[in-house]
C-alpha cells in the first residue's frame, strides 16, 4: 500500500471511528481533513472503502430515507469491531511513516485518540525530518545562489520561511506534550475502543 493509501485509510477508519457515514459525507470530511491541498476523488474513495470492506473493517448497509423514494438508496459505511482495533493499532504506529509529508497531517488529526508518548515520537520524527530537509536545502542553496533568477529565489525563500515556522511550531507542541499535553488529550472519550 502507498503511503497516501495509508494515510486515507486511517482518515477513513478515524472518521467512521466517530460516526456512521454515506460515501459523499465521508468524501467531504476526508477532504476537510486532507487541507485544501489535496482533493479525495470518488475513484479513490471507492476502491478504498471497498478494500476496508473486504479486509473486515468496515460494513455497508443500504438505507431507505423517505426523500429517496425514486432513488437509489445510500449506502451507509460504518466500523466493525475488527477496523475498531486496527485503527487503534495504526495510531500506536509512531514510525517514518506517521511523520512524513502523505500522512503527517492525517495522524496528527487523531493525536487526541494518540498516547502521549506515541505523539512525542511522530512529532520529534516530524521535526528531524524537517530539519535534515532544512539543511539539504540551505546547503543546495548556497551552492546555486549565482544561477538562479530572482523569482525562482523567492519560491525558495518562502519554501523555507514555510518549514522553518512548522519547525517551530513542532518544538512548540513537543515541549507541550512534555509538560502535560492539551487537557483533552488522552482522556477515555478521546482513545479508539478496542
Not at 79 to 87: I, P, R, W
Not at 137 to 153: F, I, M, N, P, W
Amino acid at each position: 500500500m502507498t503511503r497516501r493509501g495509508a494515510a486515507l485509510e486511517v482518515a477513513v477508519l478515524g472518521l467512521l471511528h466517530d460516526a456512521p457515514m454515506h460515501g459523499y459525507e465521508l468524501r467531504k470530511q476526508v477532504n476537510a481533513l486532507l487541507g485544501w491541498g489535496r482533493i479525495l476523488s470518488y475513484g479513490t474513495l471507492y476502491p478504498a472503502l471497498k478494500a476496508l470492506g473486504k479486509a473486515g473493517y468496515i460494513v455497508a448497509d443500504q438505507t431507505e430515507t423517505p426523500e429517496s423514494k425514486g432513488r437509489r438508496a445510500r449506502i451507509v459505511y460504518q466500523l466493525t469491531a475488527e477496523g475498531k482495533e486496527y485503527f487503534a493499532q495504526a495510531l500506536e504506529d509512531s514510525g517514518p511513516s506517521a511523520w512524513d509529508d502523505e500522512t503527517f497531517g492525517v495522524r496528527f488529526a487523531f493525536f487526541a485518540r494518540t498516547d502521549a508518548a506515541s505523539r512525542v515520537r511522530i512529532l520529534e520524527g516530524r521535526r528531524s525530518r524537517l530539519e535534515e530537509r532544512l539543511e539539504n536545502v540551505r546547503t543546495a542553496g548556497q551552492r546555486k545562489r549565482e544561477r538562479v533568477d530572482s523569482y525562482t529565489l523567492e519560491l525558495q525563500r518562502h519554501g523555507l520561511e514555510s518549514v522553518e515556522r512548522e519547525v517551530k511550531w513542532l518544538t512548540e507542541l513537543i515541549d507541550r506534550e512534555r509538560s502535560g499535553g492539551y487537557p483533552d488529550a488522552d482522556t477515555p472519550d478521546n482513545q479508539p475502543t478496542k
